[in-house]
């Protein structure tokens, strides 16, 4: 059974950092795109950052110089650094793979495999 679970979610202060952890197993996603993307009540998911097989990174326009994802192949695990955080970064966040996809997507129809997601609360 192939799961994703996330973890390193919280509670933090503007400007404040966090670091969001994606566990894979059930698979091996060495050669997969991972993901993340985030949501809140009432708004469509939005693509926050991804990687590819090779490690190429894509980000989002909102985060982009403040976030960084990054991957451990041999931990089957994908992180995001989140830094810098703002209020409006406030979302459940979820990991995603794109199975058998070695290139990056930013949309959420490309993945396949979708952690419960981690909250993730900024309060200034």
Known sequence: ????VESGGGL???GGSLRLSCAASGRT????????FRQVPGKEREFV???SWSASTYYGDSVKGRFA???NNAK?????QMNSLKPEDTAVYYCAARAGYYSESSYPNDY????????????S
Request: hydrophobic letters at 45%; proline letters at 0%.
């Open 12 to 14: 933090v202060q503007a």
């Open 49 to 51: 950052a991804a990687i």
């Open 69 to 71: 994802i990054s991957r």
């Open 76 to 80: 089957n695990t994908v992180y995001l």
């Open 29 to 36: 996603f060495n050669n997969d795109a991972m993901g993340w």
């Open 1 to 4: 059974q192939v799961q994703l």
């Open 112 to 123: 396949d495999y979708w952690g419960q997601g981690t909250h993730v609360t900024v309060f």
